[in-house]
């Protein structure tokens, strides 16, 4: 399925990961006014360039800010992947823009072993089980057999964590729905066929994305609210 990209106009206000007990959340002030409808989905409003959750205060950084503290937290997992559910058609492409923007892209992927997206990774492992929605509240009901605060990009996360186990993907699923920041500028094209008698053919030196995958033993989990201009 091609990629839809995101609106232009969609902002990060929350970002938030999680590998095992380590996590990170943080908030930037959005730089554009919210819809209504975001607003009260979402809790989060702006009065006066201050950031207000369910009417509380909370504590920003500048958008570069948050994303420099977001790839220092991947450099202390190794390389990890970076998972997210439907991540491929709207949060990759929102964070590769502000990452695009402040130059940080190239420092951002050289911190991970690439992505990998659980909505059709889930379609692939529960294909045939009758599962009504794919949504991610309903997955982690379904497997996990609990609810959460969905919108809030932490909770999303930490359920996102156990969601994954839940999955139990075998290394071939993981290969077949992952992909880099990179790919989501390029249309998608059917692989060439590898001439006889002879493998892969790769940059000398560059390992691919699976032999990546096949080592790590490390998921990042990642969820971000974003904003849409009115």
Same mark, same amino acid.
């Given at each position: 399925m091609p990629v839809i990209p995101a609106d232009q106009s969609c902002e990060i206000i929350q970002l938030a990961a999680v590998c095992g007990g380590h996590f990170l959340n943080?908030? +930037?002030?959005?730089?554009?006014?919210?819809?209504?409808?975001?607003?009260?989905? /979402?809790?989060?409003?702006?009065q006066s360039h201050r950031l207000y959750h369910h009417r509380l205060p909370v504590l920003t950084n500048s958008l570069k800010e948050v994303l420099v503290s977001f790839i220092a937290f991947l450099n202390m997992l190794d390389r990890p992947v970076l998972v997210g559910h439907n991540i491929h058609r709207f949060d990759c492409p929102v964070l590769a823009r502000a990452l695009d923007e402040f130059h940080l892209k190239a420092e951002?992927? !050289?911190?991970?072993?690439?992505c990998l997206? /659980?909505?059709?990774?889930?379609?692939?492992?529960?294909?045939?089980?009758g599962i009504p929605s794919f949504r991610q509240e309903n997955l982690v009901q379904t497997l996990v057999g609990v609810s959460y605060k969905a919108h809030d990009a932490l909770e999303d996360?930490?359920? !996102?964590?156990? !969601?994954?186990?839940? !999955?139990?993907?075998t290394p071939e699923q993981v290969v077949r729905h992952s992909f880099t920041l990179d790919s989501?500028?390029?249309?998608?094209?059917?692989?060439?066929?590898?001439?006889?008698?002879?493998?892969p053919s790769k940059a000398s030196g560059q390992r691919p994305?699976?032999?990546?995958l096949g080592q790590v033993g490390k998921v990042v989990e990642i969820s971000?609210?974003? /904003?849409?201009? +009115?």
């Open positions: 943080l908030f +930037t002030v959005p730089r554009c006014r919210m819809q209504h409808g975001a607003a009260k989905v /979402t809790g989060f409003r702006v951002f992927q !050289l911190a991970v072993s690439g997206d /659980t909505l059709p990774l889930a379609r692939d492992v529960l294909k045939g089980h996360v930490r359920s !996102l964590q156990s !969601l994954y186990s839940a !999955l139990s993907p989501l500028e390029k249309p998608a094209s059917k692989p060439l066929p590898a001439a006889k008698g002879k493998g994305l699976w032999e990546h971000k609210v974003g /904003t849409i201009v +009115t």
